[in-house]
T-cell receptor, first 114, second 116 residues
Framework: AQSVSQHNHHVILSEAASLELGCNYS??????LFWYVQYPGQHLQLLLK??????LVKGIKGFEAEFIKSKFSFNLRKPSVQWSDTAEYFC????????????FGTGTQLKVEL | DAGVIQSPRHEVTEMGQEVTLRCKPI?????LFWYRQTMMRGLELLIY????????DSGMPEDRFSAKMPNASFSTLKIQPSEPRDSAVYFC??????????????FGPGTRLLVL
């Protein structure tokens, strides 16, 4: 079965700092990769996803992620964070042909300080 | 579209009571998912349906949990009897099936359940 690891559980940054959140998955076949965000008190929303094509994916609010197949990684980046980016970020994977079933990582709590 | 609708948004009940959580997926979506979120275990997939048929219920914790999808626009997750360890936020999500892979799941606002 596939699994997802997010190594940073809590991250604290100052506004304008650069962000990189790590995500690694374990599965030998073709995967689809996602980053979801959960703002305080809200439901999960899609930030970006990769399912084919260019491994560098751009999402909403200036976020991007790069799929590196050889490293089984899909790290999330943002060059300059804002206070409003304070949220919990979840990496997830689905298997192509696996019925859209998502396996989530444990999440990274990001706090951006003014 | 109103998005995925869940009710109730908050539920407080006593141990041993039956709890029913409801979900209305986005119209036209073929897949419906039930998740549970806790601090200890994160986001766990409980069960999912395709075209109203349960496909994988391996995440359902035990026989006290059951889920149904009688039609394309409604699903329920029932806990009977409820226990304090069932306290969590329960999310419903739906997704289309466009045949490309990587379909996005759209989440509802969740039901925050507290079992006393």
């Amino acid at each position: 079965a596939q699994s997802v690891s997010q190594h940073n559980h809590h991250v604290i940054l100052s506004e304008a700092a650069s962000l990189e959140l790590g995500c690694n998955y374990s599965y030998g076949g073709t995967v689809n990769l996602f980053w979801y965000v959960q703002y305080p008190g809200q439901h999960l929303q899609l930030l970006l996803k990769y399912f084919s094509g260019d491994p560098l994916v751009k999402g909403i609010k200036g976020f991007e992620a790069e799929f590196i197949k050889s490293k089984f990684s899909f790290n999330l980046r943002k060059p300059s964070v804002q206070w409003s980016d304070t949220a919990e970020y979840f990496c997830a994977v689905s298997i192509t042909g696996g019925g859209n079933k998502l396996t989530f990582g444990t999440g990274t709590q990001l706090k951006v300080e003014l | 579209d109103a998005g995925v609708i869940q009710s109730p948004r908050h539920e407080v009940t006593e141990m041993g009571q039956e709890v029913t959580l409801r979900c209305k997926p986005i119209s036209g979506h073929d897949y419906l998912f039930w998740y549970r979120q806790t601090m200890m275990r994160g986001l766990e997939l409980l069960i999912y349906f395709n075209n109203n048929v349960p496909i994988d219920d391996s995440g359902m914790p035990e026989d006290r949990f059951s889920a149904k999808m009688p039609n394309a626009s409604f699903s329920t997750l029932k806990i009977q009897p409820s226990e304090p360890r069932d306290s969590a936020v329960y999310f419903c999500a739906s997704s289309p099936n466009q045949g490309r892979g990587g379909e996005t799941q759209y989440f509802g606002p969740g039901t925050r359940l507290l079992v006393l």
